[in-house]
């Protein structure tokens, strides 16, 4: 068990998370990628105030747990292991997103969104 907690910078940890999870507000808004990601995938674009609750508490979730796996691959020196993962999501997230029938562009919006956020927490990582 101390092979995940130990060396873990948890102050990057949770700054990635919020960063990450506040770049998926921007990711997906009408500022972005968010009206064409979502006729890609089918539905409407929605305001702050109608997002699911579960839903977003899924997607901090597992924004954390990613930061945490992100924490402990800086504090092995594997950065380029955390590289490794940040392209097996976003390959799997967009052959998911194609084989939901999502468009092009949809699946790679995904895709990219999960590498942004891995690179937003090596950065964190990386200054504190």
């Known amino acids: 068990m101390d092979e995940l907690t130990m060396g873990v910078n948890w102050l990057a940890v949770a700054a990635g998370t919020v960063v990450s999870f506040m ?55 594997a950065l380029l292991m ?13 052959a998911a997103c194609l084989f939901a029938a999502n468009s092009r562009y949809a699946a790679l919006t995904e895709g990219g969104f999960a590498i942004a956020m891995v690179f937003i927490m090596i950065a964190c990582q990386a200054i504190l």
């Open 82 to 94: 955390a590289v490794l993962i940040a392209v097996t999501v976003s390959v799997l997230l967009i």
């Open 23 to 77: 770049l998926g507000g921007l990711w997906y808004s009408k500022m972005m990628f968010g009206e064409k990601w979502a006729a890609g995938v089918g539905v409407e674009m929605g305001t702050g105030a109608t997002q699911p609750v579960p839903t977003l508490v899924l997607q901090f979730i597992g924004t954390f747990l990613l930061a945490w796996l992100i924490g402990i691959t800086a504090a092995n020196e």
